[in-house]
């Protein structure tokens, strides 16, 4: 990322001040439904799939919350404010990477801080899952393009493959990346550059793997809880 393309300070405070702002209320929410599942889990209490979907956001997440933090809820709808925070100013970020001028990039990043759509995963524990996603795959994006050095590539595919591990937002990681690399990407030597196209090609077999688990781990029948329609 060239040093004119980069987010401004001010910028940065501002959206995530917007963020953590516009949903400071959803700390005083608590637990419910899918939450008790995965806190039993955490505990021990329940036993957890040999090969359990969304592993990261799942399972890894609230082991380490558990001890921790037991019972209190805040804490978990904090951690998701904080990640939410993190997406907002990552988009303003990314924007910015992209060619957006630092106003432009600041609307983008206050879109994501004030959306309604993020009222659910910071006030349920839960969909935090959809933030662990979105932030790791806008993580490897942002590292995708910032050309400093041919360990980012790496650091990219690593984040991309912890989206795949937390939600399905990464399963068009591999397309987001290739274009980028085709319109945005900075200029490397050649073997570099095919070392990034092999990448994404890695991240896209991990993301067929991932879609064919999801497709085998809900019940698409008539009429059951995630039947498609038709």
């Known amino acids: 990322m ?10 940065a405070w ?4 917007a963020a953590v702002l516009a949903h ?22 329940e036993a957890v799939p040999a090969w359990p979907l969304r592993p990261w ?3 890894v997440t609230w082991r ?5 933090f037991g019972l209190q809820a805040a804490a978990y709808h904090g951690i998701a404010l904080l990640l939410l925070a993190v997406l907002a100013w990552l988009t303003a970020r990314v924007g910015r990477a992209l060619g957006l001028d630092p106003a432009g ?5 206050l879109v994501i801080a004030g959306s309604p759509l993020a009222i659910l995963p910071v006030a349920w524990a839960s ?9 790791f795959a806008l993580a490897a994006l942002d590292r995708w393009l910032s050309g400093r050095g041919p360990l980012q590539p790496l ?10 591990l937390s939600k399905e937002n990464g399963l068009v990681l591999g397309p987001a990346l290739a274009l980028a690399l085709l319109w945005f990407g900075p200029e490397e030597p050649r073997t570099v550059r095919r070392g990034r196209w092999l990448l994404i090609a890695l991240l896209t077999v991990g993301a067929a793997l991932v879609a064919l688990q999801v497709s085998r781990s809900f019940a698409h029948g008539e009429n059951d809880p995630y039947a498609i329609g038709g």
Do not use: C, M
């Open 64 to 68: 380490i919350a558990w001890p921790l």
């Open 57 to 59: 956001s799942t399972v």
């Open 14 to 17: 501002i959206v995530v001040f």
């Open 24 to 45: 400071l209320p959803a700390l005083a929410s608590y637990f419910a439904q899918d939450d008790w599942g995965f806190l039993a889990r955490a505990a021990g209490f």
């Open 105 to 109: 990039a600041t609307v983008a990043g």
């Open 2 to 11: 060239s040093s004119d393309r980069t987010l401004p300070p001010a910028a």
């Open 127 to 135: 969909a935090t899952a959809e933030l662990w996603g979105a932030v």
């Open 155 to 164: 650091l990219a595919l690593l984040l991309g493959a912890l989206s795949l």
